[in-house]
């Protein structure tokens, strides 16, 4: 079993930045490719950013490129979404999950196999 636990989530005025974590234990001698999601009150779960185990590639959701920066460092077992130039619509839950297909980067929330609890962005105008 993995387990993930998401912090550095809050309350930012537009236009502020915050950087997520994502601690992962348990399974960890395996190798997982990482992803970050998010979602907003009535809606559904929406792919931000993910990460292959390596580090080396990465995707992003077409309307985040050039905000977001997702990145990892395997030695702390932690994964990192930061977020930059923060507007409204980005109040949402944010999720990490695991997925264990090391070399791919996976955007679609149904292949993954680990979720965290969720972490709050609030993001004020």
């Known amino acids: 079993q993995v387990q993930l636990v998401e912090s550095g989530g809050g309350l930012v005025q537009a236009g502020g930045s915050l950087r997520l974590s994502c601690a992962i234990s348990?399974?960890?001698?395996?190798?997982?490719?990482m992803g970050w999601f998010r979602q907003a009150p009535g809606k559904e779960r929406d792919f931000v950013a993910a990460?292959?185990?390596?580090?080396?590639?990465?995707n992003y959701a077409d309307s985040l490129k050039g905000r977001f920066t997702i990145s990892r460092d395997n030695a702390r077992n932690k994964v990192y979404l930061q977020m930059n130039s923060l507007k409204p619509e980005d109040t949402a839950v944010y999720y990490c999950?695991?997925?264990?297909?090391?070399?791919?980067?996976?955007?679609?929330?149904?292949?993954?196999?680990?979720w965290g609890q969720g972490t709050q962005v609030t993001v004020s105008s």
């Open positions: 999950a695991a997925v264990p297909i090391p070399a791919s980067v996976v955007t679609r929330a149904t292949m993954y196999d680990y």
């Open positions: 348990g399974r960890t001698l395996s190798h997982y490719a």
């Open positions: 990460i292959t185990w390596g580090g080396g590639i990465t």
